[in-house]
């Protein structure tokens, strides 16, 4: 089977984990999700579906309808950690469902905020990837559906912030060493002031963890996808450059040396850890792998241990409720099962 | 080279280090050394060590004088670390020899607080070799030295706590499983009761450390030295059994697994260390090797380093003065050099 894109390295993966298009699109003939009754929401569903199973296009067969109303809990966070769904989705009780790529880099959302939120996730640093893909699919449901646009304003979404383009383009970036320099306060607001937002790894209100931030960029109106996406490749370029100097005035320090090693030690030999302190953990040691201390661990490997290790997707893997002490117990073994390889 | 004997296990050395005995003893001639002037100290420095040299026995050629006065400072406080001569030994600024045979098993003081401190050190629990190989080096100076000794008393020595046989025994515990379940303090009441003293590896004043114990007779007068060792002997059957009990049942906790096994995983690889941290890290794998967690690690390397990463004895080894930073650094060093052979 192909491997997802959370279990690969992409373009400068040193810094860069993944790279999100995400674009708010609303059928013309309905009111916005949280107007419509059940009724209205089942019609939706099964418009959009039709849509992406009805064209004729080779993707249409690989995704799958995920009835996210009627699958168990773990299999229900398992999807946020993945990225694949909004917390705010499977948290709405409403009638909804997920169109999902087999790969898991094409995930649409039907009655999330808006009737259709098409996602497209690929590994490293790729927006041009990702947008064409997001306009591919997103071509492909116009053949069928009448999405609500406005010649003046562009794509209308519920929420006025997505109004124009309605599309949100993100990268996922490590930055341990501009986070231990307490550089992201500053740059947080210097990046508002260019119309782009940086937060924790599960967007609007996620605290940032083991040194993983979202950059997005916020302005939706009266400036073009291209331009937007331009904007974000060349801020995240400088962030690029600023965090690889940053890393390797720091690695020189023993003390960083120091505890790089630790945490890899520590992986290779625990056997019970949670979650926090594992993402640190594997924070510390990819920071070491991208400096050349530590080469027997890949990028991709780190990649697909920091989403593996969640506690839904864990559950997942296992198949079976844990207890967090079971958990923490099957978080080591995997952990060590994968590095000590 | 022989090994030394604290770099080699020995019996039931999952719980006993180590043995020593140690029998103080005054020339009858000459007032106690606190008493005596440069010159009456210079005279016994030659009398005590004319005896060990022109004695006949194959085994005093095999020891070699260390003059203490005039050895470095790491040299010095090295002795201590390698428990071949007390802390006061080296702290006071006398006229003072050592004889030191040369896999460092016999250390003979001149002018500690008696005129004579022969000590004898073996690896594991072996009180009976370590009395025997004392009484031999004792008879040896016995030929030609006149000890001060009264039919009633028995040897007379400066502290009345030595009076008689002037023998002290004891043995270095690992306890790390009486330790946790905090069974110590109440230990060392009971242990008092019946004429012994339990306290750090450094003896007297010294903390406990690393889960290490000196237990020690404390009975020297009206008692003869095989009563002494007797008594000895069976309080620690009685430790070891109790130790040994505890262990099992504490190494099914996970937590107390998942301890042992970062320990490893930290000795491994840490580029800095401190020596307290390393003391007890080698001591919660001690407690792994001894209840089969660990394999790769033998006990004997675990001692061996126990002794080689105090400060005094690490720059002994590197031939050079460093900062306690340094230190760290040549401490991990070692350790990785050493356990991951």
Redesign the interface.
Request: proline share 0%; aromatic share 6%.
């Given at each position: 089977m192909d491997k997802k894109w959370y279990e690969k390295n992409g373009r400068d993966g040193n810094v860069v984990i993944s790279t999100r298009v995400r674009l708010a699109r609303n059928l013309e003939e309905y009111p916005f999700p949280c107007r419509c009754g059940s009724d209205l929401r089942a019609q939706i569903e099964n418009k959009v579906t039709d849509a992406v199973v009805n064209s004729n296009s080779v993707i249409s067969s690989r995704f799958s309808r995920v009835d996210v109303d009627n699958i168990s809990t773990e299999e229900k966070v398992s999807l946020v950690e993945r990225h694949l769904v909004s917390p705010e989705f499977i948290s709405d009780k409403r009638e909804k469902t997920l169109l999902l790529l087999d790969d898991e880099s094409v995930s649409i959302m039907v009655n999330e905020e808006d009737h259709v939120r098409l996602q497209v996730m690929c590994e490293g640093f790729d927006l041009d990837r990702a947008y064409e893909l997001a306009s591919r699919i997103d071509s492909l449901l116009d053949e069928h559906l009448k999405f609500a646009f406005s010649d003046t304003l562009g794509y209308l979404t519920q929420c006025p912030t997505n109004l124009g383009t309605g599309m949100r383009a993100s990268v996922m970036l490590h930055l341990p060493a501009l986070h231990a320099a307490k550089a992201m306060k500053k740059m947080a607001e210097n990046l508002s002031k260019l119309g782009l937002t940086i937060r924790g790894a599960y967007g609007e209100g996620s605290e940032p963890s083991a040194d993983l931030y979202q950059l997005s960029n916020q302005i939706t109106l009266g400036i073009s996808e291209k331009t937007a996406i331009e904007n974000l490749r060349n801020i995240t370029k400088q962030i690029i450059a600023q965090e690889m100097k940053s890393r390797e005035a720091m690695i020189k320090n023993?003390?960083v040396?120091?505890k790089i090693?630790?945490s890899?030690?520590?992986?290779?030999?625990?056997?019970?850890i949670d979650g926090s302190e594992a993402l640190q953990l594997l924070s510390n040691v990819r920071f070491g792998v991208t400096e050349g201390l530590i080469d027997s661990i890949p990028l991709d490997t780190i990649n697909s241990l920091i989403v593996e290790i969640q506690p839904a997707t864990l559950m997942r893997k296992t198949g079976q409720k844990l207890t967090p002490a079971e958990r923490d117990?099957v978080r080591?073994e995997l952990i060590r099962s994968t590095i000590n390889r």
């Open positions: 023993i003390a040396q120091d090693y630790r890899e030690g520590i992986l290779r030999s625990a056997r019970q117990k080591a």
